[in-house]
């Protein structure tokens, strides 16, 4: 399994934590305390969904307009 929050692979699960997701049980782990804790922190802050690491999402110009999809903020 992959824990969900460092993302190591082949890790033995040792919390589910599916039901914060309202996921059907088994289907999301973490592999220890110090995950688990660290990713309901994350949840609690509300940066799970909004965490954008900058390699990926970093923009240089803030009022860039993409052809497609209009201003992207
Ligand atoms: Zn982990």
């Known amino acids: 399994m992959i824990c969900s929050y460092c993302y190591k692979t082949g890790t033995t699960p040792k919390h589910d934590v599916s ?7 088994g289907s999301v782990y973490v592999c220890s305390d ?3 804790d660290k990713l309901k922190g994350l949840l609690k802050d509300g940066k799970w969904m909004t965490h954008r690491p900058e390699r990926i ?3 240089k110009d803030p009022d860039y307009v993409s052809p ?3 201003a992207v903020k």
């Open 19 to 25: 039901h914060w997701w309202n996921d059907s049980e």
């Open 34 to 36: 110090d995950c688990k």
């Open 57 to 59: 999402f970093g923009r």
């Open 68 to 70: 497609n999809f209009g």
